[in-house]
């Protein structure tokens, strides 16, 4: 089988597609317009069914209408600027220096949306008859991943065989990842004026307490030979008093918590009351709930719950694309896990749908000032997956 390989003007628009990407902002609930340029693209290219479903994800299709469906997923929104100064381009100049394209989300992970449309777009001029490729460009996923899968899957009936998530990667393959839960412990006081401390019970107080109770389990939690050990870190507390010179009688803090294998929500709780009953404090604990309004007007929830998965190394989606890389790229491909969470978080680890993930960009650039992509690993990772895509549906039908 020949190699994929865009051509010279199919490289030039897909860069000119990113960097219009990276130029519209697309906070999660506000992707709309992001959503619009997405499927005029499509629509351009040849996709069939194009079209938003109920929550905001855009979706197309490639190749036959009926047999094996293999579902390139992506998300759309990205976080929001922290510090502008920080950066030295525009974060929404989409600049390309050195070969490196910068801007908001260009890693994290508009790059790899280009890649998987015009992946696909390759397909078409291989007039793929034994399988389908659906792109699906969801919503929402930073804060909450898997919400808009879910939608997709469950609510939309999209029945993937397959799922390839292309959140960047290095262009290493990804087959699994820690999951985690958001806790919200909450500690209780008694208020009084702020001239007189001894008269309350200051809840900030409980709550440090608390947190140095966490920073010792931190460095206690249970491993796992391929996804590594868990984590946990006090990421936001917020306290509430009747002004400013009372002793506060509120205090709310929040826990992210990586789960390893083997570890479940339960376990993640349970930690947390015993640091509670062993400070012998007003205090509780409970997973977070996630409640949004779609661009669509979707009416959003979540539990703030998103488990561990791993597929098999010698899974046929796993040996597949690293046929694909090797073929493509003429190098081995490195098969590792992502430190991070993703979409995959539904699709394997509730859904139970063989899932990988493969995509261009550092991981460490996401969520970063002055975040950046290689631009040729954008097209790389496009060849790439219209050669897994091929192969794959081969195989399905033989």
């Excluded at 109920?54 to 390139?72: A, F, Q, T």
């Excluded at 960047?168 to 839960?181: D, F, Y």
Aim: hydrophobic share 40%; proline share 5%; aromatic share 6%.
């Amino acid at each position: 089988m020949t190699k994929f390989r865009l051509g010279n003007k199919e490289r030039a628009e897909l860069v000119t597609f990113l960097q219009e990407l990276v130029r519209t902002p697309s906070p999660s609930t506000q992707e709309g317009p992001l959503a619009e340029r997405i499927m005029a693209e499509m629509k351009r290219l040849g996709f069939r069914h194009v079209r938003v479903d109920r929550i905001g994800n855009v979706i197309g299709y490639v190749g036959g209408d009926s047999g094996p469906l293999l579902m390139l997923n992506g998300h759309m929104d990205t976080v929001a600027v922290s510090d502008a100064t920080a950066w030295s381009y525009d974060p929404f100049g989409a600049d390309i220096v050195g070969g490196q394209l910068y801007g908001l989300g260009a890693c994290d992970m508009k790059g790899g949306l280009a890649a998987m449309i015009y992946g696909a777009a390759l397909l078409g001029q291989e007039k793929l008859e034994n399988g389908q490729v659906v792109v699906a460009c969801v919503v929402q996923e930073e804060p909450s991943e898997g919400l808009s899968s879910r939608v997709l899957i469950e609510e939309e009936g999209v029945r993937p065989d397959w799922v390839v998530i292309t959140e960047p990667s290095n262009l290493r393959i990804a087959r699994g990842q820690r999951g985690r839960v958001e806790l919200q412990v909450t500690t209780h006081g008694r208020s009084a004026h702020a001239s007189q401390p001894a008269l309350g019970e200051n809840a900030i107080y409980t709550a440090a307490r608390l947190i140095f109770g966490l920073e010792l389990l931190a460095g206690q939690l249970p491993t796992d030979p391929f996804l590594g050990p868990g984590s946990l870190a006090v990421t936001d507390i917020q306290s509430s008093a009747s002004s400013r010179n009372a002793v506060p009688d509120r205090c709310e803090i929040i826990i992210d918590r990586r789960l390893t294998l083997g570890e479940t929500k339960a376990m993640a709780l349970a930690e947390v009351q015993r640091i509670i009953a062993r400070e012998d404090v007003r205090a509780d604990v409970q997973v977070t709930e996630i409640a949004a309004t779609s661009y669509t007007g979707y009416p959003c929830h979540a539990t703030g719950f998103y488990p561990p998965w791993v597929i098999e190394e010698d899974h046929p989606l796993v040996t597949t694309l690293a046929r694909a890389v090797r073929a493509q790229t003429g190098h081995r491909a490195h098969v590792g896990h992502w430190d991070f969470s993703t979409e995959g978080t539904y699709t394997a680890g509730v859904a139970g749908i063989p899932t990988v993930g493969f995509g261009p960009g550092n991981p460490d650039l996401a969520h970063a000032a002055n975040e950046s992509v290689r631009v040729e690993d954008v097209w790389t990772a496009a060849e790439v997956y219209a050669r897994l895509a091929t192969e794959l549906l081969a195989q399905a039908t033989s």
